[in-house]
């Protein structure tokens, strides 16, 4: 089954975004089946990236095709090290201001910061409040179809 694989530090949110893209992906996948397509797709949570032992996350880091790096705050060298290793492993990369609803602005200074340092573009995303949630699922099954 496509692996699609959810980094970032302790606490970042990934097991709550998991959670929330799968009710998502439950909504989406009813409306899917009545049209005859749906991707199988495997959501892989992972320990913190700034774990001592962070051996299972390189594991995962080898199967998936996509993954979210989540970024909470502005100190995100360890992230960005990690996008760089999924990219040589052949995975595209979705970068996420994760836990969005927690930012006065939702996140868009922090996404103008990762860009001005990487290039990189974001999407804010809130599992407490549900916004970005459908963004990022059309983000995911975009680069999943193009490497159809
Ligand atoms: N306000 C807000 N809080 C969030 C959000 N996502 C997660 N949290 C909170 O942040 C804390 C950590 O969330 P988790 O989803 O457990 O984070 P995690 O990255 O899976 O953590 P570990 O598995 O321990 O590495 C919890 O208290 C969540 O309730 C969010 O989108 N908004
Ligand atoms: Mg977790």
Redesign the pocket.
């Known amino acids: 089954m496509r692996q699609v694989g959810i980094f970032?530090k302790?606490?970042?949110?990934?097991?709550?975004?998991m959670y929330a893209l799968t009710k998502h992906k439950i909504k989406v996948t009813f409306r899917a089946m009545e049209i005859g397509s749906v991707t199988k797709v495997m959501l892989v949570?992972t320990?913190?990236v700034d774990v001592e032992d962070d051996s299972t996350a390189e594991q995962s880091a080898q199967s998936v095709e996509v993954s979210l790096m989540l970024i909470t705050d502005d100190s995100f060298e360890l992230e960005l090290g990690w996008i760089s290793k999924l990219k040589k492993n052949g995975s595209e990369v979705i970068v996420v201001i994760?836990?969005?609803?927690?930012f006065p602005d939702g996140g868009k200074a922090l996404a103008a910061a990762v860009k001005e340092v990487s290039g990189l573009q974001t999407i804010c995303v809130?599992?407490?409040t549900g916004e970005g949630v459908e963004e990022l699922d059309e983000e995911i099954n975009r680069l999943l179809g193009s490497r159809d």
């Open positions: 970032g302790r606490k970042s949110g990934k097991s709550a975004l949570d320990v913190g994760s836990q969005a609803d927690k809130s599992a407490q």
